[in-house]
């Protein structure tokens, strides 16, 4: 039985990068005023349909059908129906599917210059972060480092900063010595966690709840939308505002697949990306202020920390920003650090 549901998913799978590449490679040309596509280009993302990436996708798509009076459609794959992040990034490089929506830190691997956005506690604020990114110049930059790797990128949202959650009260630097961490398998991740002494452990996402279950681990790191949707908050107690990285989400789409579309197609896609970006930030800021309600509500308890205590995060995680610095495009690491 369970044989026969994955062949059944393969197929089904199968049938949609067919359908993809039979326009990506024979359709993808300009329509016509009155041409309408036979099938809808697909766009793939590894995260569950409760998130601001697939709002952020879905308003995409909603968009280019819109500004196109309904002529482009573009259907939306989400929680790895396509694959998970790795595949989705080679699949979209290789053009059998044109749209990926997914955070930027699987893509390091790809684009060593997107390490810049793993550099700690570089922001105060979300529009701090969000004015960085739309800088024409920064934008520009990291629009090359997209193309060179075979892809367009069409826009950067976000779900917040990325908090910490622990069942040890933190109010100063000290109080990080020796948690046991839960960190995505990133070496610059698990690089700053070190440098503040505690103890990074990386771990599958699926095992973090058990994980804190049973004390496997005391803590982990998440945006509050994460956090709230796996209920992670029930196994801890407290919340905190870390802040320490952005938890940014790229819209991007197969490089040749775009510049093989008309000035109109592309201007469509562009402008409806615009959108997108916009409408997925202001739901990313409601959705967080909800997010923060239920964990309060909770008894969960959620700490703000003191100046004095992120500048010595800052001053502790140099080694971190030296290690980047060094990986990273010199002009893309001054834009992003405002140097």
Known sequence: MKLSKMKTRFLSIGLVLASASALVFTGCKSFGVDEVQRYAWPLATASPEDTVTQIFSEKFAEEVARLS??????????????????????????????FVVQNTAPQVTFMPDLAVFDLPCVFDSLDECRKTIDEPDFYRLISDVYTNGGYH??????????????????????????????TMENSYHLAFWKSLKA????????????????????????????????????????????NHLPHLISLIVNDDFFQNLSKEEQDIMTRAARTAT??????????????????????????????????????????????????????????????
């Open 278 to 339: 916009e409408y997925a930030r202001e739901r990313s800021d409601e959705r967080i202020a909800d997010r923060v309600a239920v964990i309060e509500e909770s008894g969960t308890q959620i700490l703000t920390l003191a100046d004095e205590v992120r500048n010595e995060i800052r001053r502790n995680s140099q080694e971190v920003y030296a290690s980047i610095r060094g990986t990273v495009s010199e002009d893309i690491y001054n834009a992003y650090v405002g140097e």
């Open 153 to 182: 990128l069409l826009g950067i949202a976000d779900q917040g900063f990325r908090v910490m959650s622990t069942n040890k009260e933190v109010s100063d630097f000290a109080d990080f010595k020796g948690q046991k961490i839960r």
């Open 199 to 242: 103890n990074p452990t990386p771990m599958s996402f699926s095992e973090v709840y058990i994980g804190l279950q049973q004390h496997t681990i005391d803590a982990q790191e998440n945006p509050y939308e994460v956090i709230v949707s796996n209920k992670l908050y029930e196994q801890q107690k407290y919340i905190v505002e870390t």
């Open 69 to 98: 009076d309904g002529k482009m459609k573009i259907q939306v794959y989400a929680n790895s129906t396509l694959g998970g992040d790795r595949d989705l990034l080679e699949t979209c490089a290789d053009g059998d599917i044109p």
